[in-house]
């Protein structure tokens, strides 16, 4: 049986060629192909190792953010001595405000307040598992705070110096400025695109495209000042310049407009031209006209392409920083006129990471959180993109 099996091995990996000469079939060593292999195989993982490091360090730094008490010097002191066992006394009127249920904290000792009358406050005592302690006059107060989830996502006053998360502001003007720019990027860039793949000659798309996608190759803080500089004097010239402010969210959002526009067409042109001819000649053979074939057969047949070059242009914009840093406003603004400034998300995070901020402090705390939010909504998108690609996926044959 040993003796059968050798020789059926030999006649599979042992062959004659046209002159009758043997030759050998056994797959043979290719280490540079491997090489390859492995090397492709190490991006891949590293690509993926970096996105969980990412998510990671978010995560855990939104983790502090949402559970941890962060303290700020309120600049406010008590004016006497205490005891352990005072929960009455008095403090400056200078430095910040107190209300009853703040939770503040003298030395070591953190205290609940329970009432607050001028400049009189009574507390409760070793809070927290603190231990109530003597405190001399002059002691500092530090004020507690802790953002809850619900308060992150149903407020509209974004202040972390003064203890007010509600993010919905910048969600807000994040929104505004994607939809605009998806009012500008999408129409033309799906026509542009249409123009590549129906009409333009091969010379003519050989010139055009590349001079298209020049576009993309531009510093996007050089579109950031195009629209403050030219977009917004243009709508004021328009609309009047006591109705658009300076800093505005429709200037940035028709600049960001211009800057995906190259990868919306350039993506809806490839999803275009991978439509087979012959649908196309079909068209013809019927009598349809060229722009009849290009909207009623060529799109419908390129549909999960072009929804995905939205979707990703859609993410594009949403992540846009610099162009909304500049010309949005640098301020947090919980309003729905285009023409009035706020302070998108990516914008907010510019700002607050460029100042003077303390480490693990309330801010810089939350910068991490929104970059969170920013991720979720991202990935979201992704997803959709996804299944709507295999929804509408056209097969050919």
């Not at 000659?201 to 050989?206: F, K, L, P, Q, V």
């Not at 001819?277 to 349809?288: C, H, K, P, S, T």
């Not at 939010?373 to 044959?397: A, D, H, K, P």
Request: net charge neutral; hydrophobic share 45%.
């Amino acid at each position: 049986m040993t003796d059968q099996t050798e020789t059926i091995q030999t006649r599979i990996v042992v062959g004659k060629n046209s002159n009758n000469e043997t030759l050998n079939l056994r797959r043979k060593a290719r280490p540079f192909e491997a090489l390859i292999q492995a090397t492709l195989f190490i991006c891949g993982a590293l690509s993926i190792l970096t996105t969980i490091g990412i998510v990671y360090e978010l995560g855990k730094e939104s983790l502090g953010f949402f559970t941890r008490r962060l303290w700020t010097d309120t600049n406010k002191t008590i004016t006497q001595s205490i005891s352990s066992r005072d929960t009455v006394f008095t403090v400056s009127t200078t430095g910040g405000t107190l209300r009853a249920g703040d939770i503040v904290r003298l030395g070591d000792e953190i205290m609940q307040v329970t009432q607050v009358e001028g400049a009189t406050v009574t507390v409760l005592r070793g809070q927290e598992a603190s231990q109530a302690a003597e405190h001399k006059e002059g002691t500092e107060f530090f004020l507690g705070s802790r953002v809850s989830l619900l308060e992150f996502f149903t407020k509209t006053d974004w202040n972390p110096q003064i203890g007010r998360f509600g993010i919905w502001p910048l969600v807000n003007a994040t929104l505004m400025t994607s939809v605009i720019a998806m009012l500008v990027a999408l129409p033309v860039g799906l026509s542009v695109a249409i123009y590549l793949s129906e009409y333009a000659s091969e010379r003519a798309r050989s010139i055009l495209k590349p001079v298209l996608e020049i576009l993309a190759g531009v510093p996007t803080v050089v579109y950031g000042y195009f629209a403050l500089n030219f977009m917004t004097p243009i709508l004021r010239s328009i609309f009047g310049a006591s109705v658009v402010e300076i800093y505005n969210t429709a200037s940035a959002g028709i600049v960001i407009g211009i800057l995906i526009l190259p990868l919306v067409s350039s993506m809806s042109e490839d999803a275009l031209s991978a439509v087979p001819r012959a649908l196309r000649e079909a068209a013809y053979g019927l009598g349809a006209t060229k722009l009849e074939t290009a909207i009623k057969i060529v799109v419908p047949a390129a549909l999960s392409g072009i929804t995905a070059a939205f979707i990703v242009a859609i993410s594009r914009a949403i992540g846009e920083t610099m162009v909304v840093a500049i010309a949005a406003g640098a301020g947090p603004n919980f309003t729905f006129n285009p023409f009035r400034p706020a302070e998108t998300m990516t914008g907010h995070m510019v700002r607050i990471s460029g100042g003077d901020l303390s480490y693990d402090s309330i801010d810089y705390n939350s910068i991490f959180a929104i970059g969170l939010l920013l991720f979720f909504i991202t990935l979201g998108l992704n997803i959709i993109s996804q299944r709507i690609v295999r929804r509408f996926r056209e097969v050919y044959e």
